[in-house]
Every structure is written in C-alpha cells, then in structure tokens.
C-alpha cells in the first residue's frame, strides 16, 4: 500500500492543522517545552474553538504539553500554538518544572550550613 492509499487520521492531514492554527506556524514569544506544565484557570466556555475545549477540560489538573499533543493526536507545534491562545486568554497557567529559581528564593547559606553541621553530628 503507497503513502496516498494509506489512511490518515483527521489530525495528520496539512488542511486541517493550517484550520486549527489560523496559518500560524509557531507559538510566537512561549517557552513550552515538552514537559511544561499545563494547568486549567478556567471553565471551557461554549463557542471556543473544540481543540481549546479539549485542553481546558484535560488540563483540569496538571498536563505536560507532551500529553496534550499525545490526546489531541496533533503534532506538538499545533498544541503549542493552541496553549499560546490559551495562555493569552488567561485560561490555562503554564508551570516550568526545571525552571531555575531566582537567587532571592535559594536557601541561605549560613542556614544551609547549620543543616551540615547537624547531619555531621548525627
């Protein structure tokens, strides 16, 4: 069987994706990886585009993005482009798991060093 008889899924066909994303190609200014965090804000709302119902109700706790694209059987890029819309509404929060932290959230060091002193002692 050739490529053109073989069957495609509804999410694999160029029509369809260039539909979904408005012509966009990427998710302009969004640091998503594939394991960020995604995590519902609000209520699907009636009139959403379905793709963006579908995220709301499966980001009810938190999604990796990776997952996401794995439910919807679209390509990672069309789900990244679908949670910037998402995220520009204020719908869904996205959550950086390997972010770093900002040196005022570190622990302090002279208490750090008390923690050592202790497991020493032990």
């Known amino acids: 069987m050739t490529r053109e008889q073989t069957p495609r899924a509804a999410g694999d066909t160029p029509e369809r994706l260039y539909t979904i994303t408005g012509g966009r190609s990427t998710a302009e200014d969004r640091e998503l990886d594939l394991v960020t965090l995604i995590v519902s804000e609000s209520e699907a709302q009636p ?5 963006h119902l579908r995220i709301l109700w ?3 706790s938190p999604t990796a993005v990776v997952e996401v694209a794995a439910e919807l059987d679209l390509p990672v890029s069309v789900v990244k482009i679908l949670l910037a819309d998402l995220l520009d509404a204020g719908e869904v929060t996205a959550r950086h798991p390997t ?3 900002a040196a005022d959230q570190l622990p302090d060091p002279a208490f750090l ?10």
């Open 47 to 51: 009139g959403r585009q379905s793709e």
């Open 58 to 60: 499966l980001c009810r």
């Open 99 to 101: 972010a770093p932290r």
């Open 113 to 122: 060093e008390k923690v050592l002193v202790g497991l020493r002692n032990l």
